[in-house]
């Protein structure tokens, strides 16, 4: 957004009508982030004030997409905790140069808000020492988000099955990833590995100046990026043996019963002898299984070519 409040809000509009369940914003004090003279002015170029934020979360709860916030200092928490009397975050994002900042995870923890943490750069057991700083925490809802600190990120260092391997460290708490690539399939590829939440860089126009504009989706893309996810999710189905109304239609028509192939009289054993197995699947005939578990007899008497009952 460049600092520029109507593009902020234009933003929102376009992650709304892209899809998204939320749009995030990083929330900062360039006086506490930076020591660089050259990226202090920066980066007050692009803060906004608290009437301004405001206005963003207004707009937000306006158009029904949730806001979301990357605080990077104490009172970029607290400045957030009072936005709309404390309703307008619901969660918050940590991002993964922070991981390993612990007073602030504590801090954040201490707003007992669900945590969304990034752990780009972060070793395992910096991951599991921000976890116990999160300590009290709402994890119901917290995620820990798989994350390549490269920008862009290419598809070959995506490691994908990073996500898998959180879950197993850190279940029962849910895993993303936050994407830096700029495929359009990264997103799907990392529903299809488990995660449960993606995040995702956009702007309106990659022509913009400022940083992360060119490794960053335009509305077009991202709309495009997010119905591939969905698709994915849908695709993940539940994991259960479950047939599908057309898969219970396809099992008459593609499995075999047994058919006679003698007159067999009623009593008779139904052995390989006297019947084959044959489509279609007939309701209430025998079915292969039969042969194997032995002893099946015939109800009734079946002609030469009738399904065995």
Not at 84 to 94: P, Q, S
Not at 108 to 137: Q, V, W
Not at 172 to 196: I, L, N, Q, Y
Request: aromatic share 8%; glycine share 6%.
């Amino acid at each position: 957004h460049n600092g520029i409040l109507p593009t902020a809000l234009r933003m929102v509009d376009a992650a709304k009508s892209a899809g998204a369940d939320a749009v995030k914003f990083q929330v900062y004090d360039a006086d506490l982030l930076t020591s660089d003279p050259a990226e202090k002015a920066m980066l007050e170029k692009y803060e906004f004030m608290p009437v301004q934020w405001a206005a963003i979360v207004n707009h937000c709860q306006k158009v029904g997409i949730e806001f979301l916030a990357t605080p990077f200092d104490f009172s970029s928490v607290d400045l957030l905790i009072e936005l709309d009397d404390g309703f307008a975050v619901k969660r918050y994002k940590v991002a993964s140069p922070d991981i390993v900042k612990l007073p602030l995870l504590k801090k954040i923890a201490s707003k007992g808000r669900p945590i969304l943490l990034s752990t780009g750069m972060a070793t395992d057991m910096e991951i599991e020492r921000a976890l116990e700083a999160c300590y009290n925490s709402v994890w119901d809802e917290g995620v820990i988000l798989h994350c390549v600190s490269e920008y862009p990120c290419p598809l070959t260092c995506a490691n994908l099955q990073r996500i898998g391997c959180l879950y197993k460290m850190f279940a029962p708490r849910k895993v993303g990833f936050s994407d830096h690539t700029m495929e359009m399939e990264t997103g799907m590829m990392a529903v299809a590995c488990g995660a449960t939440m993606l995040e995702k860089h956009f702007t309106l126009d990659r022509a913009y100046s400022g940083p992360d504009q060119a490794m960053s989706l335009e509305p077009g893309e991202l709309k495009q990026y997010i119905d591939m996810a969905r698709l994915a999710e849908q695709a993940m189905g539940t994991g259960q043996a479950d047939l599908t109304k057309r898969e219970r239609l396809t099992v008459y028509k593609v499995r075999r019963s047994l058919y006679a192939t003698t007159a067999i009289a009623p009593g008779e054993l139904v052995i390989l002898d006297n019947s084959i197995a044959l489509r279609p699947q007939v309701e209430g005939a025998y079915t292969p299984v039969a042969l194997y578990i032995g002893q099946a007899r015939a109800t009734q008497g079946i002609q030469k070519g009738e399904a065995i009952r």
